[in-house]
């Protein structure tokens, strides 16, 4: 079993930068590859970010493609979200998910993850 806590969301102007976390516990995190998914209110879940387990390779929707930069830091068994230039199109519940399959590819697909956090709430104002 994983165990994942967002933090880090909130209220945001427009133009502005979050930077979200994902804290894990429990099973190897250094072994599981991540992503962040969001949903926003009558919307599907859908990918935004995603990271191998070694941090090697990084995946992006094209919607935050350039704003957004997903890292790991395997040592505090931590995933972050760094969020720039925000638009209000960005608000969303942000969640954080690993796969189960120690050592698995990043998926855009969110059934192939296994285990998630709560989510945070990101807003994004005018």
């Given at each position: 079993q994983v165990q994942?806590?967002?933090?880090g969301?909130?209220?945001v102007q427009?133009?502005g930068?979050l ?6 516990s429990?099973?190897s ?5 991540m992503?962040?998914?969001r949903?926003?209110p ?5 990918f ?6 070694g941090?090697?390779n990084?995946y ?5 493609k350039?704003?957004?930069t997903?890292s790991r ?6 995933m972050?979200l760094?969020m720039?230039s ?11 998910a690993?796969?189960g399959?120690?050592?698995s ?5 969110d059934?192939?993850y296994?285990?998630?956090?709560q989510?945070t709430q ?5």
């Amino acid at each position: 079993q994983v165990q994942l806590v967002e933090s880090g969301g909130g209220l945001v102007q427009a133009g502005g930068s979050l930077r979200l976390a994902c804290a894990a516990s429990g099973r190897s995190f250094s072994n599981l590859s991540m992503g962040w998914f969001r949903q926003a209110p009558g919307k599907e879940r859908e990918f935004v970010a995603g990271i191998t387990w070694g941090g090697g390779n990084t995946y992006y929707a094209d919607s935050v493609k350039g704003r957004f930069t997903i890292s790991r830091d395997n040592a505090k068994n931590t995933m972050y979200l760094q969020m720039n230039s925000l638009k209000p199109e960005d608000t969303a519940v942000y969640y954080c998910a690993a796969r189960g399959g120690p050592y698995s590819s990043v998926s855009y697909n969110d059934s192939r993850y296994d285990y998630w956090g709560q989510g945070t709430q990101v807003t994004v104002s005018l």
